[in-house]
């Protein structure tokens, strides 16, 4: 059973910086360095949106309203994936969640991630 756990939330000014990390287990040998994995985040009133995602093989995607500033890379000895946040401005504030799919690569679809972790609140002020 595949559990996500974040971690790296926090309140911060505009223009500071923070960095989320998610914990992977319950994937077998190997199994977790051949998933896509990401993060997507939820504001207040606003339906949840993709910000990263990293294949497989390491192949990024980033949103445009990250990109520059947002960062994904992943650890595969130690199933974690993270992202630095730099630049932070008051509408990257919500919800963070790790997100994990079954393929190799990254689908476009919330469903193409079946697996989700519980969030990290992240508030610029």
């Known amino acids: 059973h595949v559990q996500l756990v974040e971690s790296g939330g926090g309140s911060v000014q505009a223009g500071g910086s923070l960095r989320l990390s998610c914990a992977a287990s319950g994937y077998t040998y190997s199994g977790y360095s051949g998933k896509c994995v990401g993060w997507f985040r939820q504001a207040p009133g606003k339906e949840r949106e993709r910000v990263a995602d990293i294949s497989g093989g390491g192949v990024t995607s980033t949103a445009d309203s990250v990109m520059g500033r947002f960062t994904i890379s992943r650890d595969n000895a130690r199933n974690t994936v993270y992202l630095q946040m730099n630049s932070l401005k008051p509408e990257d504030t919500g919800m963070y969640y790790c997100?994990?799919?079954?393929?190799?690569?990254?689908?476009?679809?919330?469903?193409?991630?079946?697996?989700w972790g519980q969030g990290t609140q992240v508030t610029v002020s």
């Open positions: 997100v994990a799919g079954n393929t190799w690569w990254c689908g476009a679809r919330i469903a193409d991630f079946p697996y």
